[in-house]
């Protein structure tokens, strides 16, 4: 089937009329896709749809909206469709999508949302997606927790096995409402705006949280609740060090939220990213969580309406070229990716990392 797969895009880009290097680049696009999903799809095969269930459905879901999103048609797949079924038997009363006595309800959740907007035919989803929605509104750190809006956590989500929520977590449900049609005007983007600017190493009028002024330099981390967190560590004055990841989630999330590219906290965003511009690392990171950081790099940038990015040297990149070249270089032989640098955040787990790679190369098409 792989060969199937492969023949046929080589006989489509051939045909395309596009220049030699073009055509070149488009078959090398196609053949690092296709190697990839054939990769999820055995393995979704051989665990009976499921991958990694040690995280829930959560990678399952990841795993499926990566595939669909490349191949719609695969909804009818053998190996999707168990996928889907196991997504659906954990469906819960409450409308959220979790394994039984989960603590990551956001993150499954708006994985699971993802995955089922990609294979929603003929309605197949709409009332579980309603009421899945409805949860994740539930969940999220405002009023409902006693909180206000002067609270370092409003308007935030985690994962629930932690008393905070954090950037990631909020950064997927924004992305997930955004995907449900939701836009800046919605209330609960609106409260997680609150969060994401606070998040923000940015002395700004939406930031008044102490740790604001101590980095300033327009980068993102973790989270500013229960006394804050970044996952790089804190400067000598206390600081929470900005890292690329939480960079390129936070531009992601105000660009759904509706702010615009004028604003100050955009423009300190891709200051930042400019400055740091690279796809050997994540920045401030090293190689921790390096395939997150590449899919929250292209989504960022394709949500910022970039092709090119001139970093701070004046170098101009073509960033999507760049990823192609990156992720297909990084590819294992049987298709699949995984960081052999640093296993942090399940990226020893090859299943999460190419569903993440292929989330990326969805922006990187030719």
Request: glycine fraction near 10%.
């Amino acid at each position: 089937m792989q060969m199937a797969m492969l023949a046929y895009a080589a006989g489509t880009v051939a045909s395309s009329g596009l220049a030699a290097d073009q055509q070149q680049e488009m078959a090398r696009y196609r053949q690092t896709v296709d190697r990839g999903i054939e990769y999820l799809r055995s393995q979704a095969i051989a665990g009976d749809g499921v991958l990694s269930g040690q995280s829930g459905t959560g990678v399952t879901s990841l795993c499926l909206a990566a595939i669909l999103k490349h191949r719609p048609a695969a909804v009818n797949d053998p190996a999707v469709e168990k996928g889907l079924k196991f997504i659906e038997s954990n469906i819960r009363p409450d409308g959220g999508i979790y394994s039984d006595g989960s603590t990551h309800r956001n993150y499954e959740t708006c994985l699971a949302i993802q995955a089922m907007l990609a294979a929603n035919q003929q309605g197949r989803y709409d009332e579980a997606l309603k009421k899945a929605e409805d949860f994740l509104r539930g969940i999220q750190w405002d009023e409902g927790e006693g909180l206000t809006s002067s609270d370092a956590a409003y308007g935030g989500a985690g994962y629930g096995s932690h008393k905070r929520p954090d950037l990631s977590n909020t950064s997927y449900m924004i992305e997930t409402l955004h995907d449900l049609g939701r836009d800046g005007s919605d209330e609960a983007i609106q409260r997680a705006l609150r969060f994401v600017s606070r998040t923000q190493n940015l002395e700004s009028p939406a930031n008044d949280t102490p740790f604001a002024t101590k980095v300033n330099d327009g980068g993102f981390y973790y989270t500013p609740a229960a006394g804050g967190q970044s996952q790089a560590g804190q400067t000598a004055n206390g600081g929470l060090r900005s890292y690329g990841s939480m960079t390129y989630a936070g531009l992601k999330s105000m660009l759904y939220a509706g702010v615009d590219k004028d604003d100050p906290r955009v423009k300190a965003a891709m200051d930042f990213i400019r400055r740091h511009y690279t796809l050997e690392q994540n920045p401030g990171m090293g190689a921790a969580g390096l395939y997150y950081y590449y899919h929250t790099f292209a989504k960022a940038l394709d949500a910022a309406g970039l092709e090119t990015l001139t970093d701070a040297q004046g170098v101009e990149h073509d960033w999507r070229s760049e990823l192609l070249t990156t992720l297909a270089e990084a590819q294992a032989a049987d298709g699949s990716w995984v960081n052999e640098e640093n296993p942090r955040w399940m990226e020893g787990d090859r299943a999460p990392v190419t569903g993440y790679a292929l989330l990326a190369l969805e922006y990187c098409e030719p």
